[in-house]
């Protein structure tokens, strides 16, 4: 089995809000500045995240942008 596309296919289960407050959070940003920068309340940031994580397998939030650059995303940081 390819882990490698075993983990983008985890990935590309994410919804794109998901997607997206991931990146945030490994760009070190907030729950407050993420919920400000797309419009919704930090609430809806945490459910967000915890979705993510949940899809990825990941249980620690400190552990998300080491699975970015296990998977070769971590290009998406730079964006």
Do not use: F
Not at 23 to 40: D, E, F, M, P, R
Not at 58 to 79: N, V
Request: charged letters at 20%.
């Amino acid at each position: 089995m390819n882990l490698t596309a075993a983990g983008l296919a985890n990935w590309y289960e994410l919804t794109p809000s998901e997607m997206e407050v991931t990146i945030a959070i490994c760009k070190q940003l907030s729950n407050q500045t993420i919920a400000k920068l797309h419009g919704v309340g930090p609430k809806t940031v945490s459910a967000h995240k915890r979705n993510a994580m949940l899809k990825l397998a990941i249980s620690r939030e400190t552990h998300l942008t080491a699975y970015l650059y296990e998977q070769g995303l971590d290009y998406l940081l730079d964006e």
